[in-house]
């Protein structure tokens, strides 16, 4: 065992060479998945990466609602489907990346665990599996959970008899609409009072087990000896009690029991019994509303039936992660994605524990065997690993974490992972096609549109106090609950109100800096993280001048463990910092990404997962630098362009950002589309005209950036118009200014819709719109430079330190929005004929025929494959050779990005060059950036750098001249992006 131990730990985990991911649901299963695996060989792609995979809620469309985390999903197929997936996957040599979700898991009238703790609260065997707050600030939910799934107020949907007693199959349960509640045994004789006339109708033994029920201990009981003793009763009552509700004699008097409890409609005092039931329950069932400001169980953002895994608690690693370790025994996965690593309460443990499971899982075999810890880890591992330093290591496991970096901001050292999902590659690799000398002017002309948007700082400093006031208004209490103890117990703190407390919170949390800090369960802080909260702590005394400063500072102490006492005092601080660093992420994510996004409006290429709002470009050496910082520390982190989650595809982004090279031609259209199309405008009752000017710029700047290569017919058109509708209902309801998902307002959506209609549907004869004649005279340059800047972004991607991560349908032009737009079907049968054809060819005649006509996407997928052929080709360079940045001499060195990768004794070397801001360097015509257009422009190769290299797209052999020189008219002689591998002389 020890060897084996040994051996594990100083084997470097498999790293993929690149990735595809692909999004897996009941309509795209592992059958499906398998019959595009020889496209994706052909294409170049080394491994799979997959959504999650295990049981969720009936037809989800994503998989992160996991309902059970010890079976495959058997919409996808289950077990037999991902076996030949597996065996198809293996012949063709390809790995599979999986994404998995140890924060939080679905439940509903399916998940075992949940409809537990429904039925025992506290004394449930899986009530320490949620985070669930059995005390909470309101007494009437003392040891209760709050169900927040009513449309309407409680009493109204209990008197429309919305709220029924049910029986099927021997069990009662609660049903509302699709919900079903389990019935607490205890309180089954509340249906059958031994004080009505019907009770000595019923036979002594139902009389005499509905007596022993009553009996058993409370589902408050947290005493261990009393909750084995309400175990063992249920145990022995439960069969019992099943077997009487299905006695045929006794059907009709339980009937007759329910009809009588589920009360008459229109008579008010007929419900008081059903009433008493519901009240007696471990669940207390609540206005949706409500959810924002009560609900006492940790959720995932603010969906309800998304609910939080005490993943902290080892047993619930050990019970959530049984299929993993035998899915990394079997090598039927080779790596994990680690979904919303900043939800739980202590990532690094977590991540340690996981490693520790991958090792079990190589040493010890695919299940648990003998002595072990309450983690599931064998024993004789986490002996021999006690105290080892992972700091050091990135584990044998390859793995990589959902984590959004700011800007600037890195990964903590301390976790053994690979890096990250690839996020803030995303933002490097979109910015450095925007050029920055026009911020100003683009910063101006929103100024005109919308003034009152001119501020992002503050735009989301508000945005995230309305998270907090709002959505996630009931983790706030918490908090303040859990602080005003603590203050409570300080003669120099016990003065504060609760109202103080919560402001200090809320403010603070509104001012941070980063999505969270990292203390973990020993109480350590980097000092990185300490100057995060000291930053936000002034941030918010600023803000509120008129607040006790010493507030701030009681905040401040507690969460930096500052405030001396006892050692029960001591963890009771820990406790609230470590909660307290769950919930700034969350506020920060639905803050930002899922409000300022669609608030602040000025560049929205730029309002991108992993990114900045406020960023308008950056630099080359900006760029360089971050290539060279993940080379460093995250060789082997993905590199992400689009994923499910981004707010909009990358060839989206990438046409964007070709009007910021054009200020002057983007400003007047949009100044001339908002005079011409004022009159498609509607006011409405309450004074307000819909769409605003923010949300009508938004409009602009998203069907520039999505419109079609093509669209022939008035279907095609509709379809467009239906897409731009539903993204706009999206954003608009996200930004929570005029809609919101809470507070819906179907009139001024139509009105909204009804522009978008007025602007893009074919009037009568089907002439186009003067606001789509108008658009169509900006296309040219945008689709050309657009594909451009794609083609380019390709080649980084690929040639840059880090795994090249591509989404699925990214292989072709993708023009999708923000989910559900992005899920649409993806034609692997059309992929797979274009790749086809294009291999039967020479690379210098695909090469040619693919830049004849951009309209189809060809020549994204023959830069896709070529660049991903020479990445399989020389694979250890791409991974761990030096980077070396390249700079073109004269005027057009802002015009080229380029580097080169070498390895240690430059024997090998590949060369990545490719356009930026293709549109000035045409001078906007829209004609490729080849040939002579590059003038007399070269680039020096480092003095021992190789001099002969063969172009992967054309084939074609350039050469440097005797002073390591290259012309870039050769370079980019044919092809408008370069990718080059070192040729033998």
């Not at 730990?9 to 299963?29: G, V």
């Not at 700091?391 to 984590?403: D, I, M, N, R």
């Not at 800096?513 to 005394?541: C, H, L, N």
């Not at 945008?782 to 980084?796: D, M, P």
Request: one cysteine or more; charged letters at 25%.
């Amino acid at each position: 065992m020890n060897d084996c131990i040994q051996e594990q730990l100083f084997t470097e985990a498999r790293a993929p060479i690149s990735t595809y991911r692909m999004q897996l649901h009941k309509d795209f299963s592992f059958a499906d998945a398998e019959a595009t695996l020889p496209y994706l060989k052909s294409l170049g792609i080394g491994d799979l990466y997959s959504s999650p995979i295990f049981e969720a809620r009936p037809g989800s469309q994503h998989g992160y609602d996991v309902a059970r985390h010890d079976r495959l999903n058997p919409e996808l197929g289950g077990e037999e489907g991902f076996q030949r997936f597996t065996s198809a996957r293996r012949q063709l040599g390809l790995g599979l990346l999986l994404d998995i979700v140890p924060n939080h898991m679905g439940v509903g009238n399916d998940s075992h665990w949940w409809q537990d703790v429904l039925e025992n609260g506290r004394a449930s065997e899986y009530a320490a599996y949620f985070d669930i707050d059995w005390t909470p600030l309101k007494p009437a939910l003392k040891d209760k959970l709050l169900l927040p799934i009513l449309g309407k107020q409680y009493g109204e949907e209990l008197e429309a008899k919305h709220i029924r007693l049910v029986i099927e199959d021997g069990t009662m349960r609660i049903q509302y609409f699709d919900h079903l509640m389990p019935v607490a045994p205890r309180t089954l004789p509340i249906i059958f009072p031994t004080e009505s006339p019907e009770a000595d109708e019923l036979p002594q033994s139902f009389r005499d087990l509905l007596r022993e029920l009553v009996h058993i201990p409370p589902h408050e009981s947290i005493d261990p000896k009393l909750v084995a003793q309400r175990r063992e009763q249920l145990a022995e009552l439960k069969p019992r009690l099943h077997t009487a509700l299905k006695d045929p004699a006794l059907k009709d008097k339980i009937e007759s029991a329910i009809e009588k409890i589920n009360g008459v409609e229109g008579d008010p005092g007929s419900f008081d019994q059903l009433h008493a039931l519901l009240e007696s329950q471990p669940y207390r069932l609540a206005f949706w509303r409500t959810s924002s400001e009560q609900i006492n169980y940790r959720r995932f953002f603010d969906v309800n039936d998304l609910v939080g895994l005490r993943m902290e608690n080892p047993e619930v690693f050990r019970e959530t992660h049984c299929l993993v370790r035998r899915m990394l025994a079997r090598n039927e996965i080779t790596g994990v994605r680690i979904d919303h690593c900043d939800g739980m309460f202590d990532p690094r443990q977590y991540l340690i524990r996981l490693q520790l499971l991958y090792i079990a899982s190589q040493c010890a075999g695919e299940s648990l065997s003998g002595p072990a810890s309450p983690s599931g880890i064998e024993q004789p591992i986490r002996e021999a690993l006690r105290g080892y330093d992972w700091a050091k290591s990135q584990g044998p496991l390859y793995c990589v974490v959902e984590k959004i970096l700011e800007p600037r901001e890195s990964l903590p050292r301390e976790w053994p992972v690979r890096g990250t999902s690839g996020y803030d590659f995303v933002h490097f690799a979109n910015q450095i096609f925007i050029q920055p000398a026009n911020e100003r002017k683009f910063t101006s002309l929103y100024g005109t549109i919308s003034p009152r948007n001119t501020d992002p700082d503050e735009i989301i400093y508000r945005s995230k106090l309305q998270v907090l006031n709002n959505a996630l208004a009931s983790e706030t209490y918490v908090l303040t609950n859990l602080l005003s103890h603590l203050a409570t117990a300080d003669r120099r703190a016990r003065d504060f109100t609760d109202s103080l407390l919560e402001t200090v919170i809320r403010e603070t949390i509104a001012c941070f800096p980063v999505y969270r800090t990292y203390i973990d369960e020993r109480g350590q802080y980097t000092e990185r993280d300490t100057s995060f909260i000291r930053q936000a702590i002034q941030r918010a005394k600023h803000r509120n001048a008129d607040a006790d400063a010493s507030a701030f500072d009681f905040l401040m102490n507690t969460l930096l463990l500052l405030q001396h006492g006892e050692e029960d005092v001591y963890q009771r601080q820990l406790y609230f910092a470590l909660k307290f660093q769950q919930l700034t992420g969350p506020v920060m994510a639905k803050g930002v990404e899922d409000t300022s996004f669609y608030v602040y409006n000025r560049f929205i290429s730029s309002n991108e997962v992993g990114s900045s709002m406020k960023s308008f470009g950056i630099s080359l050496e900006t760029f360089h630098t971050s290539n060279q910082d993940r080379l460093a520390n995250s060789p082997d982190a993905l590199l992400g362009t689009s994923t499910h989650d981004t707010k909009r595809s990358e060839d989206v982004r990438n046409r964007l950002n070709v009007l910021s090279e054009m200020p002057a031609e983007w400003a007047q259209v949009v100044r001339r589309w908002q005079r011409m199309n004022a009159k498609f405008k509607r006011k409405l009752e309450d004074g307000r005209t819909a769409p605003d000017p923010n949300e009508e710029y938004l409009i602009y700047q998203t069907i520039a950036g999505a419109w079609p290569w093509q669209s022939h017919t008035a279907e095609d058109r509709n379809s467009f118009t239906e897409r731009i509708k539903q993204y706009v209902s999206k954003a608009l309801s996200e930004a929570k200014i005029n809609v919101s998902w809470v507070n819906p307002n179907p009139e001024y959506l139509d009105a909204v819709h009804g522009f978008v209609d007025s602007i893009l549907q074919f009037g009568r004869r089907g002439v186009e719109t003067p606001f789509v004649s108008i658009l169509e005279r900006l296309m040219p340059c945008l689709k050309t430079f657009g594909a451009i800047n794609s083609l380019a972004q390709v080649v980084l991607k690929v040639a840059s330190p880090g795994v090249p991560d591509f989404y699925q349908g990214s292989d072709l032009w993708d023009l999708s929005l923000v989910d559900p737009d992005n899920r649409r079907p993806v034609d692997y049968q059309l992929r797979t004929r274009l790749l086809g054809e294009l291999q039967q060819q020479s690379v210098a005649e695909a090469a040619s025929g693919v830049l004849s006509d951009l309209t189809g996407g060809r020549v994204k997928l023959w830069t896709t494959h070529r660049a991903l052929h020479l990445r399989n080709t020389a694979d250890e360079l791409f991974r761990r050779g030096n980077y070396v940045p390249i700079t073109a001499e004269g005027e057009l060195g802002e015009h080229l990005i380029a580097f080169l990768r070498i390895n240690n004794d430059a024997t090998q070397a590949c060369l990545a060059a490719v356009p930026r801001f293709a549109c000035t360097l045409m001078r906007k015509q829209p004609h490729l950036p080849i040939g002579e257009v590059w003038g007399s422009a070269v680039i020096t190769l480092p003095e021992n750098a190789p001099r002969s290299y063969r172009n992967g797209m054309t084939d074609e052999i350039i050469t440097a001249d005797e002073r390591g020189r290259l012309r870039l008219s050769d370079l980019f002689g044919t092809y408008p992006v370069a990718l080059c591998l070192s040729t033998r002389d």
